[in-house]
Structure formats: structure tokens, C-alpha cells
């Protein structure tokens, strides 16, 4: 496979209610073609679209969260209200008026859909449309485009159930297509020439078309639901949210066996402290009449409480102050 990427230059500033569209088919060097993809940048879309916003850039990354994963200083790794988890909730104050800030759109495969929609009904061609904007990755230093809203493409070739080439079975290799697309776009529009629309042409044809757009799958697709997300706070976040004991949104119940992983996490000495379970309250009880047992008690109560939060387990802790023998 051969890919050709080309950027669509000397479109004009796009502004509220601008016609992206129009902008795009009226600056083609070339007619579009069956099978080629159209990378919108997120910030025109923001403009056209009139999400610009005056004001504190701070307040609007507040207003956009809606769940904060991490913090560092003065930067925020957050869920937005579009689903995505980025560095200050998407909201950009480049390129842009000075003063203001662009958000992002809250269904930015709704975007993708209205925008392809037009652009196939008025080229005449079957093609797709890709929003792009920037967002950092864990573990690695920079930023790469990635694909916030997508249709008429497939945005995730997997090969689940197929071989490699020394026929090993392929169990969880999921090419993320729309991400890969957007990142080869930005290398060729850059961050600074104003360019905001890319054609990429070379994708295999039948990852292009009406049936993945009938379908509805779109950049939601690549979303990692919560119940798969191992990450959903930063290391020093998840303490932190356990010492305020606010359970930060968007994350599924306990797990099944949580429960006698905190018990079992609560590490307590069994001649020292016993600990059960009932129903909903864990019980701590020294076995000792001494000062020893009733530390060892705190300090169990405590970890069952870290433990509990860590895990979502809707449960209390108590201490009882007298041993076991009920003195």
C-alpha cells in the first residue's frame, strides 16, 4: 500500500458559520477521488462552528471536565464532555484571537457526520472525513494528532482471529486506522502554516465508504471504556482522591472479590486484630487488652478505608474499642 498525503492551502481565517465545505472544494488542487480521506483540523471546526469562548482559560478548562485524571503544576490531564482524556480538556488558545479560547465540539463524530455527509452529496465521491487535534500520550514525551471525530471510515482494523507470518494467532492487534491517519496529516500541515484541511489517498477502498458511515462507527470507537481503563487517575491523584474521599466520576463499581482484596490488603495480624465483614461495614476488633492491639486496630482501619476507596467499595469501617472477649 502507497500513500499520497497533500495539504489544501490558502484557505482563508475561517469564522463563525463559514461553510468548511465550501472552503475546502473551492482551494482543491485536484477533484477528489472514491476512497480518499479528508482530515479536518478540530480548531477550524471549533471556529466555524462559533465555539469560541472570552474569558479566563482556566474556568473554561473547569467547565469542560469532568473528571480530572491528573495534575501537575498548572497542568491538568482531564476527561472532557466529548469523552477524550487530554491535557486541558482540549481547550486551545492558539491561533486564535488573543483573549479567547476554543473548545472543543461536545460530539465531534456528530461533526465528522454533518461534514461528510455534505462533502459526499456535493463531490460527488465516496470518501471520509476525520477530525484531528493534538493530545500528548502517557509514557512518551511530545504530541501527535489523533482522530476525534470520524465517518464514512474504518477507524480500527482489527486482526483479532487472523495469523502473522510465522503463523502465531493475533489475539489483540487493532491497528488504531483514524489515529494513524490523523498523525500522518499533521506532519504535513504542520502546527503553523494554517492549513486545515488534508487529503490522504492510498487506503485500502473498502475501508472507505457509505457502510461504515450507515454503521455509525466513528472516533468513539477508539474511546477505551471504563471498565478497561487501568489509568484513570495519575499515581499521585489516586492517593490524593482517597485522603479527600471524593470518588471522582465516570469510573464502574467494584470489581467481584474486591472485597477480600481490601480485606487481604488491610494485612492484619491474625493474633493481633480481627477483621470481618458485615454486609456493608467492615469490623475491626484488637484481640489484646493492650496498647500494641489497639494501634495495630488503627492502623488496619485505615488501610481497609485506603483500600475501600481505591476499590469503590461502598462500605464503612468501624473500630471496636473493647477485645474480643466483649470486655
Excluded at 44 to 73: H, N
Excluded at 136 to 153: H, K
Excluded at 205 to 211: E, I
Aim: aromatic share 4%.
Amino acid at each position: 500500500m502507497s500513500l499520497t498525503l497533500w495539504p489544501v492551502t490558502g484557505v482563508r481565517e475561517v469564522r463563525e458559520g463559514d461553510d468548511l465545505v465550501a472552503l475546502l472544494l473551492g482551494r482543491l488542487d485536484e477533484p477528489l477521488r472514491d476512497g480518499d480521506v479528508v482530515v479536518v483540523t478540530s480548531k477550524v471546526v471549533s471556529k466555524a462552528l462559533g465555539l469560541v469562548t472570552t474569558g479566563d482559560r482556566e474556568a473554561v478548562i473547569t467547565r469542560e471536565t469532568v473528571r480530572l485524571v491528573a495534575r501537575r503544576g498548572a497542568t491538568r490531564i482531564v476527561r472532557n464532555r466529548a469523552g477524550l482524556t487530554m491535557a486541558a480538556a482540549g481547550v486551545d488558545a492558539s491561533n486564535t484571537t488573543p483573549g479567547t479560547v476554543l473548545t472543543l465540539p461536545r460530539d465531534p463524530d456528530a461533526v465528522a457526520y454533518d461534514l461528510w455527509t455534505s462533502l459526499r452529496r456535493r463531490a460527488g465521491v465516496e470518501v471520509a472525513v476525520v477530525l484531528s487535534d493534538t493530545a500528548g500520550r502517557a509514557w512518551r514525551r511530545g504530541q501527535t494528532d489523533i482522530a476525534i471525530g470520524s465517518a464514512g471510515l474504518k477507524v480500527v482494523n482489527s486482526l483479532s482471529g487472523t495469523q502473522d507470518a510465522y503463523g502465531n494467532a493475533l489475539h489483540v492487534t487493532e491497528p488504531a486506522v483514524a489515529d494513524e491517519i490523523a498523525g500522518a496529516a499533521e506532519l504535513v500541515a504542520g502546527k503553523t502554516s494554517h492549513t486545515p484541511f488534508v487529503v490522504v489517498r492510498g487506503l485500502p477502498r473498502h475501508w472507505v465508504g457509505d457502510h461504515w458511515a450507515t454503521a455509525r462507527t466513528g472516533a468513539r470507537d477508539l474511546l477505551r471504556p471504563d471498565d478497561e481503563d487501568l489509568f484513570g487517575l495519575g499515581a499521585r491523584d489516586a492517593v490524593e482522591a482517597v485522603l479527600e474521599q471524593d470518588e471522582p466520576a465516570g469510573f464502574p463499581p467494584a470489581e467481584s472479590g474486591a472485597a477480600e482484596r481490601v480485606q487481604e490488603l488491610a494485612d492484619a495480624d491474625p493474633g493481633v486484630v480481627a477483621v470481618d465483614l458485615d454486609g456493608a461495614v467492615f469490623r475491626v476488633t484488637p484481640l489484646r487488652d493492650d496498647a500494641t492491639a489497639l494501634i495495630a486496630a488503627g492502623r488496619v482501619a485505615e488501610r481497609l478505608r485506603v483500600g475501600a476507596a481505591a476499590h469503590r467499595l461502598k462500605v464503612s469501617v468501624e473500630v471496636r474499642t473493647a477485645v474480643a472477649t466483649g470486655r
